[in-house]
C-alpha cells in the first residue's frame, strides 16, 4: 500500500510537470517533445496526457495532435482569482460592517463539507473571534455554513446530510437531520442564520448570504464575537447591519465579470 501511494504521488507530480510546461507554450507541444523536455517515456506520457486530456485540464488539437493547456486548467486558475477579488470586493464593506457593529466579520466560501475563511476583518476586542485565512469550519453548526448549505439544492444537501456525522461540539449543536434541515429553511426564509452557541460555547454568530449575477450563493459574511457582546438585545440590529453588508458586497459583484462565477460554478460541479 506504502508503494502504491508513493506512486500516485509520483504520478501526480509528473502530471503537475507537464501541465507548467505546457503553460509555458503558446502553440502547444507535441508528445515526444513532452518526453523528452522532462525527460519520461512516451508510453509513461501518453498515459498521463490522456488523464488530464480526460479531465480537461490539457486540450489535443485534432490536426496536429499537439497538446496544450485545457479550459479547466483555467477555471481552476479562474476560481483562485475569484476568490481573491470576491475578498478584496468585499473588504470595505466589511469594514463598514466592523466600525459598526464592533465584532470581528468573516467571509467564507463553501468548498466540499466545509466553510472556507478567504477574508476577515478584526475587532480591535481583547477577546475576538480570530482565525487564520483558509481556516475550515463545519457547515452545519456554524451561521456562515448554514447559509452556504441554504444556497444548496435540495439534492445537493440530502447528499451533504448523507455523508456528514452530525457531531456535537457544544449542549447546542444541531445533531438532528430534521432539525437542521428546518434550520436551513428558516435562513432561506429569513434571509441569515444565526449560530447562537452551537459551534463553541459562549460565541455567536450571524451571518447572511453574497449572491452572485445569478442569483446563488456565492459566499457567506457574518460577524462573531463572544455572547455577553452579542446579546440578544443587539441581533436585531446586528442582523440589520449584516445582512445589508451582504446586499452591498452582492451589489458590488454585479458589477464585475459575470465570467468569474460561471468557470467557478463548473468548477465546482465537476469537484463533486
Do not use: W
Not at 509528473?14 to 502547444?28: D, M, P, Q, Y
Not at 463545519?138 to 448549505?149: M, N, Q, R, T
Not at 444556497?151 to 455523508?163: A, C, H, P, Q
Not at 440590529?237 to 459575470?258: D, M, W
Amino acid at each position: 500500500m506504502e508503494n502504491g501511494n508513493r506512486s500516485g504521488v509520483r504520478s501526480v507530480g509528473r502530471a503537475l510537470t507537464i501541465l507548467e510546461l505546457l503553460s509555458l507554450e503558446e502553440r502547444g507541444l507535441g508528445i515526444a517533445e513532452i518526453s523528452r523536455r522532462i525527460e519520461l517515456p512516451i508510453s509513461t506520457c501518453h498515459r498521463l496526457l490522456t488523464t488530464l486530456t480526460s479531465h480537461g485540464f490539457v486540450a489535443q488539437d485534432d490536426e496536429t495532435g499537439s497538446y496544450s493547456v485545457g479550459l479547466r486548467a483555467f477555471e481552476v486558475g479562474n476560481a483562485f482569482s475569484y476568490q481573491t477579488s470576491l475578498g478584496k470586493e468585499a473588504l470595505p464593506y466589511m469594514s463598514i460592517l466592523l466600525a459598526a457593529v464592533n465584532e470581528t466579520a468573516n467571509l467564507r466560501v463553501l468548498d466540499g463539507n466545509s466553510a472556507v475563511l478567504i477574508q476577515q476583518v478584526k475587532s480591535d476586542h481583547l477577546l475576538s473571534m480570530d482565525s487564520r485565512s483558509g481556516t475550515r469550519i463545519p457547515l452545519y453548526c456554524s451561521a456562515v455554513g448554514k447559509v452556504l448549505l441554504a444556497g444548496l439544492s435540495n439534492e445537493r444537501i440530502e447528499s451533504f446530510l448523507k455523508l456528514q456525522t452530525l457531531k456535537s461540539r457544544t449542549a447546542r449543536t444541531i445533531v438532528d437531520r430534521d432539525v437542521l434541515l428546518e434550520s436551513i429553511t428558516r435562513v432561506r426564509t429569513d434571509g441569515y442564520a444565526l449560530d447562537d452557541g452551537e459551534f463553541e460555547d459562549g460565541a455567536r454568530c450571524v451571518a447572511a448570504p453574497i449572491l452572485n449575477h445569478r442569483g446563488e450563493t456565492a459566499a457567506a459574511v457574518g460577524v462573531s464575537g463572544p455572547d455577553s457582546r452579542l446579546t440578544r438585545e443587539r441581533l436585531d440590529s446586528v442582523i440589520s447591519e449584516v445582512t445589508t453588508c451582504a446586499q452591498n458586497i452582492s451589489s458590488a459583484l454585479l458589477r464585475g465579470s459575470p465570467s468569474r462565477y460561471a468557470a467557478t460554478k463548473r468548477l465546482r460541479k465537476n469537484l463533486r
